[in-house]
């Protein structure tokens, strides 16, 4: 299993940017598929975006696809999610997440390994 580290996040105005960051330590994570999840309050933890072990793969939510970019630089273990344009709606608990079957899912049962979460907050 892999430990998963995450930094960034905070209270940003309406439009503005953040770079979430996630550390993974323990077993390799480069073969692993990462993703990104929010959860926001009383609401059901929702799929962001995710990216193959390679990073030649990507897939992101509806609501943040054009806005919110993920990356990997497996030579640091760590992966990214760059998020523009935000919009007080992204406001959540974000959540990193390691896939050891790397089955580029969406459902974040499918997911092994999870990071402590980090609040961002949008104000308008």
């Known amino acids: 299993q892999v430990q998963l580290v995450q930094s960034g996040g905070g209270l940003v105005q309406a439009g503005g940017s953040l770079r979430l960051s996630c550390a993974a330590s323990?077993?390799?994570?480069?073969?692993?598929?990462m993703g990104w999840f929010r959860q926001a309050p009383g609401k059901e933890r929702a799929f962001v975006a995710g990216i193959s072990w390679s990073g030649g793969s990507t897939w992101y939510a509806g609501s943040v696809k054009g806005r919110f970019t993920i990356s990997r630089d497996n030579a640091k273990n760590t992966v990214y999610l760059q998020m523009n344009s935000l919009k007080p709606e992204d406001t959540a608990v974000y959540y990193c997440?390691?896939?050891?079957?790397?089955?580029?899912?969406?459902?974040?049962?499918?997911?092994?390994?999870w990071g402590q979460g980090t609040q961002v907050t949008v104000s308008s």
């Open positions: 997440a390691a896939d050891a079957l790397s089955l580029y899912s969406r459902n974040w049962r499918d997911y092994d390994s």
């Open positions: 323990g077993r390799t994570s480069s073969s692993y598929a």
